[in-house]
């Protein structure tokens, strides 16, 4: 936020602006780990505070219900045609308000209440919207779910495949929000192909990968692909959904007006700035280290005695269960916050544990690497996690640790904050 916004604020509303000012210097102090947040750039800051909210753009560009529509036409038709060329994709909608809307589009395109539907399980690493039960997904839907195998952490396909040609579903989701191993798109491709079913990958978490290449693409073999804008791509906090030519029409219908009224043209505006960021070459680079920075994690963590779904990671994310640590998740979770490393307790396959008391907790590398931390900085992490959860209600310990936090950071600024 600029200066002369900063004012405005303070004078009209002193009391909003000093939570936006602690927020601030929150994100600028600590190591921030959970892996669907990251820090947007000062222009994409620039365009989801601009007057573009101002304006309702119910409909799609050149068949609106609203007048005035002279700068917000060409605004939604640069992001579209931004997207279609980064993911290289026939179809783009970036109307969508977020990845669950998203997602519930997907499922109102093609499928009827009562159809089947298929998705990874919620424990073992797929999102609410997969289908799990205490969504609308998997309420107004039968919703039948896969998981990992217990040997390996890693999606089981003989599984996945047997339970497809058993329940025919509708619609079939891969992708995850808490898996750390890359998704095989052309096996569940071949998978619902013959079963009938549309696929949808959904790439939230990993579509600033796929576009910097540190994470193969699903164009080719998903029907639609959905994603959020924020996380990994480092936009605005947003939805997009891509598609075959074919599943163009069914997907735009579904956004609107099947669920939505006027998109918000400010949050488009965002979208259009960091698909153009993510056009650059320097993103690639950005891509490749958000990966490279998580292994080298993952491996300071198991040097230290911390157990890893699968082993490792292959992508941005890292799944940790504590259980051999005689630690619950959430108070790793509390205590590590309070030390300066953000991150979220978190389930684990086949967790005995319930879902707001679990045994793991789950961290990723987007946000830090976007500040320009690299592999040693990765080393500090690890030393830090394995200082806390060892005495977690060591307030000293504690309380050093948040001080050691605060002089790294200082060292790496953060995109969007320019508070000293």
Known sequence: MCEGDRDVLRETDPEIESYIAAEERRQLEKVRLIPSENYVSAAVLAATGSVLTNKYSEGYAGKRYYEGQQNIDPVENLAIERAKKLFGVDH?????YSGSPANLAVYLAFCSPGDTIMGMALPHGGHLTHGWNVSITGRFFRSVQYQVSRETGRIDFDQVRDLARREKPKVIFCGATAYPRIIDFATFAAIAHEVGAKLCADIAHVAGLVVGGAHPSPVGHADVISTTTHKTLRGPRGGMLMATAACAKDIDKAVFPGLQGGPHNHTTAGIAVALHEASQPAFKDYAQQIVKNAKALA?????????????????HLILVDLTSKGLPGKVAAKALDQAGLELNYNTVPFDPRKPFDPSGIRLGTPAVTTRGMKEAEM??????MDEVCAAPQDEARLTRIAGEVREVCARFPAPGIRIA
């Open 92 to 96: 783009a909608n970036v109307q969508p």
């Open 299 to 315: 491996a300071a963590l198991t040097g230290r005695g911390f157990a890893l779904a699968t082993g490792g990671t292959d992508n």
């Open 379 to 384: 080393q500090h992490i690890a030393r830090w």
